[in-house]
């Protein structure tokens, strides 16, 4: 888990890396799609179809971070945290797309093999190593959430995989064996498999509101019952609003006491989530008395009447 990033200064530079990124990697597409059909080589055509989801990846995390910036409003509570989670996922799932459709196009040319150009795919290669390296580089200095992170990714993957396109011209050149750019295709189809897998799994974890990554509610819940004066915690929520903010909410049993007193207690809790799991929204209901866990966990009528319950909430 993260701290908030959301600065404006850092905004505007991941603004810029992602502008300049989507023009070089829109120009690079063009040039792999026109040569891999000229070099008859499926792993060109491949990267030619990774790159192009890495431009729409770039594009969507663009949009992202337009949306994330955007202040919460009366019907958008939490604001668009979520429009950079939402992106990652679609740029996840179309990857997994491609590495599909990848691997069953390298297992028919293992059947048929197709003559290959192995020069002409070391040197268009050689280009995009050098391009994808340079975007994956800037995209590293300014990766702080899911959404760029899987950009990251992409980028970094795409560098990798060009490189073996350059290695096995180099083998198809030297040993005439054509089954190497197939071979070479499902390499590259793994890797970008692989790669999105992880992405997939957090962005549906935090769509669904399960725990944050890395948190257990159950080391939380001990946790909030070492500070002094909480007797009883339960009904205890944990999730995240996006890939670096967490929220929290929970009902905390303490000792019938003036809300004066009360306040010491909801202000250590509120560090110790803050300090210890990096939770900076949370809803804390104070009660002096165990409720049931039926109907929401409420507190009889009669007692809610006497005004014997504290509710805390920190932003």
């Not at 002094?228 to 009904?235: P, S, Y």
Request: hydrophobic share 50%; glycine share 6%; with cysteine.
């Amino acid at each position: 888990m993260h701290v908030h990033v959301t600065s404006a200064a850092n905004r505007k530079r991941t603004q810029m890396v992602l502008r300049i990124s989507l023009v070089a990697t829109l120009g690079y597409v063009a040039l792999t799609f026109v040569f891999g059909l000229r070099a008859h080589s499926l792993a060109l055509l491949s990267e030619a179809g990774h790159n192009l989801s890495d431009f729409l990846a770039l594009l969507l995390s663009f949009a992202a971070v337009y949306f994330q910036s955007r202040a919460a409003d009366e019907k958008k509570t939490y604001g668009y945290q979520r429009a950079g989670v939402l992106a990652a996922f679609i740029n996840a799932s179309t990857l997994i797309a491609i590495a599909l459709w990848v691997a069953v196009e390298a297992v028919h040319r293992l059947a048929q093999p197709v003559a290959v150009q192995p020069q002409l795919m070391m040197m268009v290669a050689a280009v995009g190593v050098v391009m994808n390296g340079v975007i994956a580089a800037l995209l590293w200095r300014v990766a702080q959430d899911v959404n760029i992170k899987s950009t990251f990714i992409h980028m970094a993957g795409d560098t990798l995989s060009t490189l073996a396109v350059i290695v096995g011209g180099y083998f198809i050149r030297l040993t005439g064996q054509e089954w190497i750019d197939p071979v070479l295709s499902l390499v590259i189809a793994a890797l970008i498999f692989w790669s999105s897998i992880g992405i997939v799994r957090e962005t549906i974890n935090i769509l669904l509101e399960g725990a944050p990554r890395g948190a257990s509610i159950k080391t939380i819940r001990e946790r909030m019952k070492t500070v002094n004066g909480v007797l009883d915690v339960h009904d205890l929520h944990a999730w995240s609003l996006g890939s670096n903010s967490h929220a929290l909410s929970c009902h905390v049993t303490i000792a019938d006491i003036p809300p004066s007193e009360s306040a010491v207690i909801l202000y250590e809790l509120n560090h110790l989530l803050r300090d210890e799991f990096y939770i900076s929204h949370t809803t804390i209901q104070f009660e002096h008395r165990i409720c049931g866990e039926q109907d929401g966990c409420a507190m009889p009528l009669e007692e809610m009447m006497t005004g014997h319950s504290h509710h805390g909430h920190v932003h």
